[in-house]
């Protein structure tokens, strides 16, 4: 085993250190760094699970001209002189970049640099703006920056948690545990989860509000009200006076009609608020992803600034960030609204921004949105588009008409790390990114604590840092002497003292004291949370441009998707605990797909008695824009009126498993964020012929009519699928003239199961049925290593000797299934702790804790 390297997790924003280590075989072994402050040690299954990302079956590791392999010389060179004729004669407005919160800092410093220093024009944009943007222009509102007022260390100080549209269990598993453990230590602490939906973060929750979804604002503008008729008179700010006039338009019972909540439950929730001496909100995407997000996340923070729980221990409003750099992203000012270091796009900050890049060419105007951007695209005014980690099609709203636009682009470049995504499809360019592992530089997370990611493993085939990309093509369109680093330090350096030029205190973001990093320093930074000044140190709590505080007026706004009769539902959606964003990573990863493998429709019974739709059964969703296929799950934790899916399904995952193939591009008139979670949709059942589960030892062509979704699998191919034909012709013509040796089965309700063998090897063995095959994928997948002695078995889908089927994953940690679980439960194990110690379900990462304790009293029914 090597020594260690400290590096950190390449998922969410809590930023956890991680230590890998490798030994003689390649293999490596990840565990959690105890001296991180994010996490002390602490992984979540998707950290946990990253030894297992590393493999390169999926990576993209040579650039590609028009589909065709290109040396790195060649591929840089077009792409270049291809964005120079365009730049030449449609002018710089004509050229786009679209980047991405997983960037590295050095990363995003580069392209910002370029497209806004260099290129001359702000046309550079970022998957943040689907995810941060509407929390940014709350806090530049409310302090003039765009400054986060806290710390992980506040949750282990404060008297009341509020989660707004968070399911930190699932999203920030790591600060969600800490938050739990804070919990059990001091249960006097009150936790109040905000949330239409009951999410296994309600698990610690005194107090769940289920309210109508979209209508937070309701409920922080009455709270403001409430508290300045009940709280001590506390400082002024400017623009107190409209926001509390309007908010006088706010009476309790005003909010429980427009909120949908007992106006007990909200006068709680309230009182609670006024009463806590330190109370911490935190919030994310079921705030943020909002036409009137930016109000929302003002009302969150006036609630703060008049109850004067803001610069103190254990106080603030906390946005938490979910991309491991995204707060990187807006430190080096990748959204296009911003300039680097947070500087503005206002005449002194420009003529500032053009002394320290030497150049006169800085934007001068603000440039397009992501949303915009791609219309912009799409009407053929951006006639090239450079994509770096991020999957456009997939996660932007209206997806197919992302899709439309990119196929129409006359330049499309794309940097990724994986060979095979929706986006990269559309790509007449491509270059082979770093991977997590393999790259080199700095990330900061939700409190502002920058840490180092660190390479352990060498780049693969012909795979390169996003920054050398960046700056090769700078250096191609004639900005040799502006981008001739050698090292992320050099560029990290850079960054720290443009942070700290002409500063003085005038700008939040100041890391000026690390400018002058020496490589081995940089090569040793611990996690250190901004500002670090060159000339002040110490600890900040708040931060405000000038004087005083803002307060923004905000009068409550519902989603713009208004249900009718044609659509009578509205479609949230959001993540699952198991898979990171469109898959590229975590759907390879067979442990992380068990506890979920297809795309689901979270439904109340009431509802689904409505359109006929039972547990488990296919349901059809259809919205003006598109449609998609899900498993229907049947809930009481969902309000009626109101679905759930998850966003992660893509085309390398599912036929008609995209979602945002049905959410509409409307977004919040400040900050650009679409309303993702917010969409008008109609349902239908399907009752498909069959259910079926097939694995091959090659690729599986499917018939045209058959929905399909891909299993992370060794050894075998796997899919689960259904269709209305007949499985039998469908059959035929994957096994026609191999010359397999074939054995079929049907009876006792399956339909129909085909193993088919050759040389004694097995090649496919297919279930299909009239509900969902109940069978043993694991002896089934075991079978492609090694015949096994019970053929007959394995042709009802068995382990030899019949041992009855696991079930769906529920730990994923020790790969606990929930038939396994239930099992434990009817022979004696009635608490999570005797579960665990029995099976280890739960002993880990703890997220699937919620799960463990909701199987309890199912079981004893
Ligand atoms: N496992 C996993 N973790 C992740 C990610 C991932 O892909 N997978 N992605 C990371 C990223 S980039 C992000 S941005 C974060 C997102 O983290 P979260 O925001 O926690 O995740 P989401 O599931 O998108 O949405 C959170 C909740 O908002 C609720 N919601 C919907 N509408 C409303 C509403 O009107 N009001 C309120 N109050 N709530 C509402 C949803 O029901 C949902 O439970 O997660 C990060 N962590
Ligand atoms: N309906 C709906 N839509 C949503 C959301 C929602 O809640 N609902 N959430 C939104 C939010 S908050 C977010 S953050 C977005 C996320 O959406 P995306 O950013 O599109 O999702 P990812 O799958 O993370 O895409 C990252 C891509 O970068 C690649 N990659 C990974 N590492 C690197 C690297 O080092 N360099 C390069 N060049 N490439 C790399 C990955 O293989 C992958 O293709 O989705 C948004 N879309
Ligand atoms: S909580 Fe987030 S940063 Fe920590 S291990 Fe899990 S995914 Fe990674
Ligand atoms: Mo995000």
């Known amino acids: 085993m090597s020594a260690p390297v400290r590096s950190t997790c390449p998922y969410c924003g809590v930023g956890c250190g991680v230590t890998a280590r490798t030994d003689e075989n390649g293999g490596v072994k990840i565990a959690g760094d105890v001296q991180h402050p994010a996490n002390f040690g602490r992984l979540c299954v998707k950290g946990a699970s990253l030894g297992e990302t590393l493999g ?16 790195w010389e060649a591929a840089l060179d077009h792409a270049a002189q291809k964005l120079q004729d365009i730049i030449r004669e449609f002018g710089p407005k004509a050229v786009a970049f679209y980047a991405s919160g997983q960037l590295l800092t050095e990363d995003y410093y580069v392209a910002n640099k370029l497209m806004k220093g260099f290129i001359g024009a702000a046309n550079i944009d970022t998957n943040s703006r689907l995810c941060m943007a509407s929390a940014v222009v709350g806090y530049k509102r409310a302090f003039g920056a765009d400054f986060v007022p806290c710390s992980y260390e506040d949750l282990d100080q404060t008297d009341l948690v509020v989660l707004v549209g968070s399911n930190a269990a699932w999203t920030h598993p790591v600060l969600y545990q800490r938050l739990a453990e804070a919990k059990r230590q001091r249960p006097e602490m009150k936790v109040v989860v905000i949330d239409p939906r009951r999410t296994p973060t309600c698990d610690i929750a005194d107090l769940h ?14 709270l403001l009200h409430y508290l300045t008729r009940h709280g001590p008179p506390g400082q002024t700010f400017d623009g107190e006076a409209e926001a509390l006039a309007l908010a006088a338009g706010w009476p309790l019972e005003k909010c429980a009609d427009f909120c949908r909540l007992d106006a007990e439950a909200i006068g709680t929730f309230w009182q609670w608020f006024a009463d806590s001496p330190r109370a911490m909100t935190l919030y994310t995407m079921g705030i943020n992803q909002s036409s009137s997000g930016s109000d929302k996340c003002s009302a969150i923070i006036n609630v703060h600034l008049a109850s004067g729980k803001l610069g103190r221990a254990g106080c603030g409003p906390f946005s938490l960030t979910g991309q491991p750099n995204a707060m990187g992203g807006r430190e080096v000012g990748g959204l296009a609204n911003q300039l680097a270091c947070h500087l503005n796009f206002e005449p002194a900050d420009i003529a500032r921004l053009g002394r320290f890049w030497g150049s006169e060419r800085i934007a001068e105007t603000p440039g397009l949105m992501a949303v915009e951007l791609f219309d912009a695209i799409g009407r053929g005014e951006i006639k090239a588009v450079w994509i770096m980690g991020t999957n456009p099609v997939v996660s932007l709203p209206d997806a197919s008409g992302v899709e439309r636009a990119l196929a129409k682009c006359p330049l499309v470049i794309v940097s990724d790390v994986v060979d095979k995504t929706d986006t990269g499809r559309y790509a007449h360019v491509r270059f082979p990114a770093l991977a997590w592992g393999e790259k080199n530089g700095t990330v900061t997370n939700s409190e502002r604590r920058i840490s180092r990611q660190r390479a352990f493993l060498p780049p693969p085939g012909e795979a390169r840092a996003d920054w050398w990309i960046l700056s090769q093509i700078a250096r191609r369109l004639g900005y040799e002497k ?3 680093w050698q090292h992320p330090q050099d560029i990290f350096c850079e960054h720290a003292a443009l942070s700290g030029y002409e500063n003085n205190g005038s700008r939040a973001f100041d890391i000026s004291g690390l400018a002058a990093l020496t490589r081995q320093q940089y090569d040793e930074l611990e996690p250190v949370r901004w500002p670090v000044a060159a000339a002040h140190h110490g600890p900040v709590k708040s931060w405000r441009k000038s004087g005083r505080f803002q307060m923004a007026g905000v009068d409550p706004r519902l989603p713009a998707a208004l249900t009718d009769r044609n659509y009578p539902l509205l479609l949230n959606t959001g993540r699952i605990r198991d898979q990171w964003h469109t898959m590229t990573r975590t759907g390879y990863v067979p442990g992380l797909m068990q506890h979920t493998g297809m795309p689901y429709l979270e439904i109340n019974p009431l509802d689904a008695q409505r359109y006929g739709i039972t547990d488990a059964g296919l349901v059809r969703i259809a919205s003006p824009l598109g449609g998609m296929v899900a498993r229907a799950q049947l809930s009481e934790h969902q309000q009626p009126g109101s679905v759930f899916s998850p966003m992660h399904w893509s085309q390398q995952f599912a036929r008609r498993g995209q979602i945002n193939s049905l959410v509409a591009k409307v977004c919040d008139a400040d900050s650009g964020q679409p309303e993702s979670k917010q969409t008008a949709v109609r349902l239908q059942r399907w009752r498909p012929a069959w259910y079926g589960e097939i694995f091959a030892a090659g690729d599986i062509a499917f018939a045209e009519d058959i929905q399909w979704w891909r299993q992370a699998s060794t050894g075998a ?43 004694g090897r097995l090649m496919l063995a297919f279930y299909a049925a009239k509900a969902w095959p109940d069978i043993d994928r694991q002896a089934v997948l075991a079978a492609f290593e090694k015949a096994p002695d019970g053929r007959h078995s394995l042709l009802a889908g068995r382990a030899p000797g019949g041992v009855p089927a696991p079930g769906r994953t529920v730990c994923s940690c020790f790969g606990v299934g929930e038939k396994t679980i239930l099992g434990a439960i009817a022979s004696g194990c009635h608490t999570v702790a005797m579960l665990g110690e029995k099976l280890r379900c739960g002993t880990n990462c703890g997220s699937c804790i919620p799960e463990l304790k909701a199987l309890l009293p199912k079981a004893a029914d």
């Open 717 to 759: 191919t796997h899919f689960l699928c259904a269709a209305d034909s007949d499985p039998r012709a469908w059959a035929a013509t994957l096994t026609a003239g191999r010359g397999w040796q074939l054995q079929y089965a049907s009876g006792d309700g399956e339909l129909y199961h085909l193993l088919a063998w050759h040389d």
């Open 482 to 484: 502006m981008f001739a």
């Open 209 to 222: 509000l289920a309210l109508r979804p979209g209508s937070d604002a309701g409920l922080f503008v009455g």
């Open 56 to 71: 390169l079956e999926e990576r993209l590791l040579f650039p590609e001209v028009n589909g065709e392999r290109a040396a």
